[in-house]
């Protein structure tokens, strides 16, 4: 039976939550990583993706000015480097630069990839719409990578940022 | 260190998979629930949650018809009620009249909720984008509900419509 409840309780039933760390270059350059809770898969044929970013953060600015954007899963092992590129602004620092997290260049748009990570996607820039305080990017899958040692991929398991792998 | 790959391969490493269950009427009030797997939270500051919905399925009228959708996360417990709901068409029966699954009135919107899921969001239908071979529905979360018994929710835990908790 159900009750109703605020949507912040209610919310609270979505663990374990996929997370993803999306990668775009701003007008200078540099590789500005992010991560997010919010994606999803949109298309089977073609293949597209999406990610929902806060419209005040600087990852917007990155994807509108490069087109394209990666999204890499992250594997159990990057729970630290989640956390740093959630928690910091590349409006203010270059995150890479200050995290040692390995990349390597991505093969058809101007972006790298997380070489630790689970599995990459190479993105372009589909559309965007407004969402409320966040705006949906979809982009083409134009390339995909994975792993050559496979591991698995992390989860938010809990409020907190509670981090883990899941299943 | 990444290796180039096909799309389908890399994308199964997206397990486990969140599952919800979408439900909206239909232009004679039939209420229709469809299995997804391809949903996101897109907005804090209004809640607002996306899902993206085959353009081919009935679920695309029956969305457009009411303007409104509700979003339950099924527990660990409805695994067949998923796989029914995800594999049929509204077009040719009434799924909730042809598997037995317990629904209620949805409070704030011209829908139904399932009682035996472990939360239920109803949403009012805010902004469709068409993205490949699929349709983003975006709803505002104007109503939130969870179970009073809590349980866990289900997920697609693998290849071939494998169903299980996580966490």
């Not at 605020?6 to 540099?30: C, H, L, M, S, W």
């Not at 806060?54 to 992250?74: D, E, G």
């Not at 982009?139 to 981090?163: D, F, I, Q, W």
Request: glycine share 8%.
């Amino acid at each position: 039976m159900q009750k109703k409840s605020e949507y912040t309780e209610a919310i609270k039933t979505k663990y374990p939550e996929q997370v993803v760390i999306a990668i775009a270059r701003d007008e200078n350059g540099k590789a500005n990583p992010v991560t997010l809770g919010w994606t999803m898969i949109v298309s089977g044929k073609p293949a597209m993706m999406a990610i929902a970013v806060a419209a005040k953060h600087y990852s917007t600015v990155c994807i509108r000015n490069s087109k394209c954007f990666t999204i890499a899963f992250p594997s159990e092992k990057q729970a630290e480097a989640v956390l740093f590129f959630g928690s910091r602004s590349g409006r203010d620092i270059d995150k890479f630069a200050q995290f040692d997290c390995a990349t390597e260049s991505a093969v058809e748009i101007n972006s790298v990839l997380l070489s630790d990570a689970v599995a990459n996607f190479e993105c372009a820039l589909e559309s965007e719409t407004v969402a409320g305080d966040h705006v949906i990017f979809v982009g083409s899958v134009v390339c995909a990578h994975v792993n050559t040692e496979p591991g698995k991929r992390l989860y938010t398991v809990g409020p907190g940022h509670k981090m883990g792998a899941a299943g």
